[in-house]
């Protein structure tokens, strides 16, 4: 006896008629009608009345009948189960992520969307900005957390908020005595460490167009690999660095972070590929939408509707 016995037997007594059940099995009568006599002569018993117009069970046969239909309905659930299963169990979402987003915030959102999709396996890449438009385009990550602005045409860029850049001064430093902010001008006799050192153009770039902005040329004394580095150079007292004021929260005893008396921001931008509909892209969305007000920030408007 196997499930397709089951279900020959099930769709003759449901259309009671051989030709019709045939039909609707899309095979010839004689085959159903020789699975239908091996089905009997295993159980041992006649199911079918097949003197009557139409077809009519016999006892064993209504009693084998209502066994039939409940096996067959719960192999139907089984097999949509692991077929939901199976769909849960590949999904993943790849985040990819500048170091510095760590400190602004990065962190509490992944928690919460772990929260609210424990089946989904997420993964994150470090990647500079520039890596990140590649990235996406090569289906490697799935979302992209950065700080500088490309145009892409494949690519959606949100920038979700503007984070105030401050001075990192090693703590024995003259000017880390200030009381107040300091300015750019300040600065630009001083060693500056930057960071990233490739690929260009990135962040690095950023922190030199302050400086132009206000027509001075800063001195550059290195161009760190990444930002943990530029900070470790700077508590070594090499040099003073730009950095968003979310770094602070590393608590590096040797440092004292200034306001710049300038105005000066880096955005934090969220991107992913034009056209990805995917329910964890939509969770990020709405994940933001929640958190930001929490902290302070107007929710970016491509996210106000989903957080409503």
Same mark, same amino acid.
């Given at each position: 006896?196997?499930?397709?016995?089951?279900?020959?037997?099930?769709?003759?007594?449901?259309?009671?008629?051989?030709?019709?059940?045939?039909?609707?099995?899309?095979?010839?009568?004689?085959?159903?009608?020789?699975?239908?006599?091996?089905?009997?002569?295993?159980?041992?018993?006649?199911?079918?009345?097949?003197?009557?117009? #139409?077809?009519?069970?016999? %006892?064993?046969?209504?009693?084998?009948?209502?066994?039939?239909?409940?096996?067959?309905?719960?192999?139907?659930?089984?097999?949509?189960?692991?077929?939901?299963?199976?769909?849960?169990?590949?999904?993943?979402?790849?985040?990819?992520?500048?170091?510095?987003?760590?400190?602004?915030?990065?962190?509490?959102?992944?928690?919460?969307?772990?929260?609210?999709?424990?089946?989904?396996?997420?993964?994150?890449?470090?990647?500079?900005?520039?890596?990140?438009?590649?990235?996406?385009?090569?289906?490697?990550?799935?979302?992209?957390?950065?700080?500088?602005?490309?145009?892409?045409?494949?690519?959606?860029?949100?920038?979700?908020?503007? %984070?105030? /850049?401050?001075?990192?001064?090693?703590?024995?430093?003259?000017?880390?005595?200030?009381?107040?902010?300091?300015?750019?001008?300040?600065?630009?006799?001083?060693?500056?460490?930057?960071?990233?050192?490739?690929?260009?153009?990135?962040?690095?770039?950023?922190?030199?167009? /302050?400086?132009?902005?206000?027509?001075?040329?800063?001195?550059?004394?290195?161009?760190?690999?990444?930002?943990?580095?530029?900070?470790?150079?700077?508590?070594?007292?090499?040099?003073?660095?730009?950095? #968003?004021?979310?770094?602070?929260?590393?608590?590096?005893?040797?440092?004292?972070?200034? #306001?710049?008396?300038?105005?000066?921001?880096?955005?934090?931008?969220?991107?992913?590929?034009?056209?990805?509909?995917?329910?964890?892209?939509?969770?990020?969305?709405?994940?933001?939408?929640?958190?930001?007000?929490?902290?302070?920030?107007?929710?970016?408007? #491509?996210?106000?509707?989903?957080?409503?």
């Amino acid at each position: 006896m196997d499930l397709r016995q089951l279900r020959y037997f099930v769709t003759l007594v449901n259309e009671r008629n051989f030709t019709r059940a045939a039909d609707r099995l899309r095979i010839a009568q004689p085959p159903l009608s020789r699975q239908i006599q091996q089905l009997e002569a295993e159980i041992g018993a006649e199911l079918i009345d097949r003197s009557a117009r #139409p077809l009519r069970l016999t %006892e064993p046969g209504r009693l084998f009948y209502e066994q039939a239909v409940q096996v067959l309905a719960r192999v139907e659930e089984m097999s949509s189960m692991m077929s939901r299963a199976l769909v849960i169990e590949k999904r993943r979402f790849v985040i990819g992520f500048v170091a510095s987003t760590i400190y602004a915030h990065l962190p509490e959102l992944i928690r919460e969307f772990r929260a609210e999709a424990p089946d989904v396996e997420l993964s994150l890449i470090e990647l500079v900005s520039l890596e990140q438009i590649s990235a996406l385009k090569e289906g490697r990550i799935d979302v992209g957390f950065g700080r500088v602005r490309f145009e892409d045409e494949e690519v959606r860029r949100t920038v979700l908020r503007e %984070e105030q /850049l401050v001075a990192a001064i090693p703590a024995g430093h003259p000017l880390a005595k200030v009381d107040g902010p300091v300015s750019l001008r300040q600065l630009a006799d001083e060693p500056l460490i930057l960071y990233p050192r490739a690929p260009r153009p990135g962040y690095a770039d950023q922190v030199i167009a /302050l400086f132009h902005d206000i027509g001075v040329e800063p001195r550059i004394a290195h161009e760190a690999r990444e930002l943990q580095i530029a900070v470790g150079l700077v508590a070594a007292e090499e040099g003073v660095s730009i950095v #968003p004021v979310s770094v602070q929260k590393s608590r590096v005893s040797d440092i004292r972070y200034l #306001p710049l008396i300038e105005r000066a921001t880096s955005p934090i931008i969220m991107s992913h590929r034009i056209g990805d509909a995917s329910p964890e892209l939509a969770l990020m969305g709405r994940v933001i939408a929640r958190m930001y007000p929490r902290w302070g920030y107007d929710v970016p408007e #491509p996210f106000r509707q989903a957080g409503s």
